[in-house]
Structures are given as C-alpha cells and as structure tokens.
C-alpha cells in the first residue's frame, strides 16, 4: 500500500470541492445564496432560500459563519436546523416604511384572555408553525436589536426572537440572545423541546414556555431586569385549555442585573428597589396565565441573584399540581422568596371553574438578604385552599425593618388582581404568612433578619391539619413566633417561639 501526501495547494483544491457540493450533503452556508455579514445587507431572501433548498433535499443545516447577518423574518421548516457560528451574530433589522417582518395572525376571540404577544407568532425573528424536527445550535448570538414589545401590532415590526407554536421535536442549544423583544423565546404548544446552556440577556421575558409538554430546560442563564427570567405559562392562545406538563428545569441561573451586563460580563447591579420600569425581576415564575394548568413540575439546582423569587401562581381557573422544587440558592431578592397563590383572576371564559393548588413540596433553600416588606407569601381563596403543601430544609435571612403597625395590618384578599406580592403590600409577617391552606407540613425552616425587625417570623389565617415541626426564628422581644387566627389542627413541636404563640381565645382548644 502506498501512503499518498498531499501538499497545501492540493488539500485547498479538495476543500473547494467539498464546499461546492455542501448542499448535498446537507450543510448549507448562508452566503453561498448572497447572505452578507456586513451589518448592512438585508439578508432575508438569501436565508429562506437556503432554507427552501434544503428542504427539498430533504432538510439538512443552515450555517452561518462569523459576521453580522441582518434579516427580518426567516421561516422555518422541517428537518432543518439553524447552526450560528462563533463569531455569528443574527440581527434583527428594523422595518422600514411599515415594511419588515412578516405580518402577525389574525387576531380571534381568545386573544382577550393574553397580551398581544402570547397570540402572535410570525412577527418574529425566526418562526414556526406546525413543524417537526427542528433546532438552533451553535455558539453564535441572536441580537434583537430593532424588536419590539409595546404588546400590539405595529405595521412590519417584529416582537420576539423566536417563536414557535405546534411543533415537536425541537431543541435549541448553546446560542446567546440580546435584546430578545417580547419574549427572547415564546414556544406554544411545543412538545418535546429542549432548551439547554442558552444565555439571554433580554428586555421583557427571557423565554415562556405555554402549553408544553415534554419539556427540558437546563444549563441556561437568564437575565431580565424588567421582566420574568424562565416563565411556564398555560394561556388560551391555541384556541383551548392545555397543560404545561412534564417540565424539568435544572442547573439554571436568573438575575435581574443591568440590561446587557450578563453577556458582557460586568453585571451591573444598579437599578434600585422598585425603582419604576427598572425593577430587577429575572425570577422563575409558574404563572400568570393559568387556563390550562401545570402538572408534573420539577425545578432543581437553581441560583437567583439579585432578583424576584420563585413564583407559583394559577390564577384562571385550572389546576397547579405535583410540583417539586429543590436546591435553591438566593441573595439580593426584591420581594418574596416564595410566593403561591391561588386566586380568581378568572381572565378566562365565562364558566371556568376554580383553580385548584396541591402537592407541592418546596426542599433545600438558602436565602440571603431578602427584601423585608413581604416575606413568604402562601395564599389561597376563602373556601379555596392551598393543600398538600411541604417546606422543608429552608433557610431565610431578611434584611429586616418591619414595624409594630406593619404586625397589625390586615391583609385583604385581592382575589381578582395581577398575582404580585406587592399588590398585597407589606405583610404582617417577615418570614411566612399563610393563608387558607390545608395539610400543611413546615419542618427545618429557620428565619432570621438583619435590621430591627418587630412583625413575628409566623403568620397563619385560616390554615388547617398544619405540622410545623424544628423551626428557628429570631425574633425581637415581646413579638410572638408564631400568629395564629382561624387554626384548626396545628401542631408546633420543637419549635422556637412557641412560649407566646398568640392565638385569639376562641380558637385555642384547635392547637
């Protein structure tokens, strides 16, 4: 056998050949159909032609090299995969004399029960409906530069970097978005996704994920100072009621730093507390639209810096139900570590029953300097509790500032408003507050704070069959541990604070 050796001119010629015959082998390169990376090209035509090429090959990728591709909106279709490059960068260019992206659905009776963006999806960077088999990769970014979001439809303007309604089969991996519009990513209906090691640094939602199943995030980071970070929703966009079901977020990190700081690597944390339309939210929310429900959900091995909390909110009319969330770590969080609510909202057709809220077991949680106006907040309905509910293994440390008066305030229901801890304003506890819940079991909880603090660590209203079982919490001198009214079957045992547990005369032979 003779070994052949090629020289460099020799293996240039071959790599020609290679290139040349690309498409058939099922790689096709953006700007061997006239795309330009100059930052100043409209490549549009070129990126769904080489879409279209490749779909009658059968599928296949379309690859973009390093450089600065603008483009409005690129169509997607089965068997094909976008593979953006080290170096990449999509840009979403901006309309011009109300031409640009392609047009928005028509609007249809359901779109009442969402905002404008949840119903609309060919407004979109990149786009897909009714497809299979289909994937983003690579290590280049998605710039949404010139996107929107002012949530109505604005002729030729694009809302979102992605979106995707009734496919399967998808997985989009490894790329950055910066400056997402609406949602860096809205997947509705989409079963069997895969969202794994992305980074999005966004203006609105990181991603949503509404009325999925089958679902698998993981390995992500997600900074949204104005909005939600990782957020499941459940809306009426597809036209009917569906679950988001079979979830599993693991191994990600949210924020709320300053808008583009993540990407660039400074992470700036100077919006201040509430400061108006510069709030650092970036938290993982269950919620708020809630028509079809959430079932079987698991959340694992998350960080949340300088952020809202983790949020669990059905509020439309369907179930919240098995949920297990572990090994979580917090510091700097504007509102409630935890926040669950069950309420009647009802943004959904007329004769939608109740929401229910059950089975839920929230483990291993480390909280460092929280806001101190909320505390925890666990919240059902009168007549419509929160039930089968386990805390465990949790530690909290507030900043600390409450107030005698603050202990004294009452907290009305606000059954029908947005789902926000500060729609109930300052709570009477620092630590818990629960209200209308049921089977409910607390043990290994401790809750401390900074500065003076005079609410107790323990707020319960209306709660039954409860078991708080090795809880610490500090507390200031003459202030209870534990504030109970309307209790039945409560048990405290080897509990801090139970010495001057404070409960109305008529409701002590419950305990």
């Not at 949602?183 to 895969?194: E, P």
């Not at 109740?354 to 309905?381: D, E």
């Amino acid at each position: 056998m003779r070994l052949k050796v090629f020289g460099s001119a020799t293996w240039l010629s071959l790599w020609f050949v290679l290139a040349a015959n690309a498409g058939t082998r099922g790689w096709y390169d953006v700007t061997e159909f006239g795309a330009k990376g100059d930052g100043l090209t409209i490549n549009t035509a070129a990126i769904n032609t080489a879409i279209e090429q490749a779909v009658k090959n059968g599928g296949g990728t379309i690859f973009f090299p390093a450089g600065n591709f603008l483009s409005y909106s690129i169509r997607l279709q089965n068997n094909i995969s976008l593979y953006l490059d080290q170096g990449a960068v999509l840009i979403a260019a901006k309309e011009v004399d109300g031409v640009g992206y392609d047009d928005p659905e028509p609007n249809t009776p359901f779109d009442a029960y969402q905002d404008f963006g949840h119903n609309h999806w060919k407004n979109s960077l990149i786009w897909g409906i009714g497809l299979h088999d289909i994937s983003i990769h690579g290590a280049g970014m998605i710039w949404g530069r010139d996107l929107t979001h002012a949530n109505r439809a604005v002729k030729g303007a694009g809302d979102k970097a992605i979106g995707l309604k009734l496919c399967r089969n998808v997985s989009i991996k490894d790329i950055s978005i910066l400056h997402g519009g609406h949602f860096g990513i809205l997947a509705t209906g989409v079963d069997n996704l895969t969202l794994s090691n992305l980074r999005i640094d966004t203006d609105c939602d990181g991603f949503d994920v509404d009325c999925c199943k089958n679902v698998r995030i993981d390995n992500c980071t997600v900074n949204s100072p104005f909005d939600d970070a990782i957020c499941l929703k459940s809306s009426l966009a597809l036209g009917y009621p569906r679950a988001t079901e079979n979830v599993t977020i693991a191994n990600c990190q949210v924020s709320g730093y300053e808008l583009g700081s993540l990407l660039d690597g400074t992470f700036k944390r100077t919006y201040k507390e509430f400061q108006p339309n510069a709030c650092p939210n970036g938290r993982i929310k269950l919620g708020t639209e809630s028509t079809g429900g959430f079932k079987n959900i698991t959340i694992a091995n998350c960080i949340f810096d300088f952020s809202f909390g983790l949020a669990l909110e059905t509020v439309d009319g369907a179930p919240l139900e098995d949920v297990s969330i572990s090994n979580l770590t917090m510091r700097e969080i504007v509102d409630c570590p935890i926040f669950i609510r069950l309420g009647a909202r009802m943004r959904a057709p007329a004769g939608t029953p109740m929401s229910t809220c059950r089975r839920i077991n929230i483990s291993n949680v480390v909280v460092h300097n929280a806001y101190h106006k909320y505390g925890c907040i666990i919240s059902g309905l009168p007549g419509h509790n929160i039930e089968d509910l386990e805390l465990s293994n949790i530690q909290i440390h507030y900043a600390g500032g409450g107030t005698k008066e603050m202990a004294n305030r009452q907290v009305e229901e606000y059954a029908k408003a947005y789902p926000e801890p500060e729609d109930f304003g300052i709570m009477p506890a620092y630590g818990f507050f629960f209200r209308h819940v049921k089977h409910l079991k607390v043990h290994d909880v401790k809750v401390a704070f900074v500065n003076d603090e005079q609410r107790p660590p323990f707020v319960l209203d209306d709660v039954e069959d409860a078991t708080f079982h090795h809880v610490a919490s500090q507390k200031a001198a003459g202030s209870p541990g534990f504030q109970l009214n309307c209790v039945k079957d409560v048990t405290l045992h080897q509990c801090q604070g139970t010495e001057d547990v404070v409960i109305p005369t008529a409701q002590k032979k419950a305990l």
